[in-house]
């Protein structure tokens, strides 16, 4: 079992950036894949970049070039680098880790993050 707490989340304006943090306790923190979501009002959850547990990335089309997702195993940490800030990037971000070989996955409370124009 793992517990996730994310931070950095707050107001930007539009092309700002921000440093998202999630940081992590509990179990094995290599054993599990780990993913940055965010969903905006009356929208869906969407997954918008991932990270296995030996350091390869993915990225949704909607943030792609723009953020980039870093892990430090040691520290347990999970990080989120968003540049060129949109307005519609305007959202909760959820930090998700998902186990190898069991696929359980846990979430963290959630940080919001928002984009003026």
């Known amino acids: 079992q793992v517990q996730l707490v994310e931070s950095g989340g707050g107001m930007v304006q539009t092309g700002g950036s921000l440093r998202l943090s999630c940081a992590a306790s509990?179990?094995?923190?290599?054993?599990?894949?780990m993913n940055w979501y965010r969903q905006a009002p009356g929208e869906q959850r969407e997954l918008i970049a991932s990270i296995t547990f030996g350091g390869t990335t993915t990225y949704g089309d909607s943030v792609k070039g723009r953020f980039t997702i870093s892990r430090v195993n040691a520290k347990k940490n999970v990080y989120l680098d968003m540049s060129s800030l949109k307005p519609e990037d305007t959202a909760s971000y959820y930090c998700?880790?998902?186990?190898?070989?069991?696929?359980?996955?846990?979430w963290g409370p959630g940080t919001q993050v928002t984009v003026s124009s």
């Open positions: 998700n880790a998902m186990h190898i070989i069991t696929r359980r996955s846990y």
């Open positions: 509990g179990d094995m923190f290599n054993a599990y894949h």
